[in-house]
């Protein structure tokens, strides 16, 4: 078995698109029409572009037990995942410069040091650093 | 402040209150991402740090659930993939990341990524 695809459960996809590469800066990876208003849209790290694809799936749209959690998870702060970056405090300047909101801004906390953001599509996303 | 953002503060008063064995173990993982590619052995990192070799081998597992031989050879191989994928070849690599034999380094290679380092640097040239 091998990890393909992380999903992601977002309110609206195209925004979430232009999020996801304009601000994260991600690259599209495949966008196929599924039905009338979703797609099987998926992003990738620019660094890692043969790395696990992010799949922005619209279940909260379709499925109203993945839009309960989903707001469960964001209304207590918990992030639905995390991304590894080389400088959590770099990229927290660079993404609050473009009007990210953060919950939590950049702290240490044992070998890691960690920021979390909201990804305006419905989610707490973390920012991970190796100490 | 966020159920989440609490349960961090939580965590880290009980899990990670002891900042001395932090900078030992956050040191110990720096010294091996400067000198990956030199020879780096559980009695230079203690040496280096000061610490007993065994005490530091168990907080280093403790802090980040791997030993720093694990850690030695994950951050090599990331770095060999790097080098192979710049047009390295397998043996060239396999001496700047600090293996001695090009057949081990061959082969935990291929077992970590399923392909050999050879194939790894044709696939990444021809998808340049």
């Not at chain 2, 559980?42 to 850690?71: C, I, W």
Request: hydrophobic fraction near 40%.
């Amino acid at each position: 078995m091998k990890v393909k695809i992380i999903s992601i459960p977002v309110l609206d996809q195209e925004k979430a698109l232009q999020f996801y590469t304009q601000t994260l800066g991600f690259l599209k990876k495949t966008d196929l029409p599924i039905s009338e208003n979703s797609r099987w849209l998926t992003v990738v790290s620019k660094e890692e572009q043969d790395g696990p694809e992010i799949l922005l799936e619209p279940a909260p749209n379709h499925f109203e037990p993945s839009k309960i959690y989903q707001k469960a998870l964001f209304d207590a702060g918990i992030p639905y995942t995390q991304f590894n970056v080389d400088d959590v405090q770099a990229e927290y300047d660079r993404l609050a410069a473009c009007g990210v909101p953060f919950s939590i801004l950049p702290m240490e906390m044992g070998t890691v040091k960690i920021a979390v953001f909201n990804d305006t599509c419905g989610n707490n996303i973390q920012l991970v650093q190796m100490l | 402040m966020t159920h989440y953002h609490k349960e961090i503060i939580r965590i880290q008063r009980a899990c990670y209150a002891n900042q001395t064995q932090l900078n030992t173990v956050i040191g110990a993982r720096n010294y091996i991402n400067c000198h990956f590619q030199d020879t780096v052995s559980l009695d230079v990192l203690s040496r280096t740090l000061f610490m007993s070799k065994f005490h530091l081998l168990r907080l280093f597992r403790r802090y980040y659930g791997q030993t720093p031989k694990q850690y030695l050879i994950e951050k090599r191989l990331e770095h060999a993939k790097h080098l192979l994928a710049t047009g390295h070849s397998a043996s060239d690599t396999c001496y700047q990341i600090g293996f001695e034999s090009p057949s081990a380094f061959s082969t935990l290679f291929t077992s970590r990524f399923g392909i050999s380092p050879a194939s790894f640097q044709k696939r990444a040239i021809f998808t340049k």
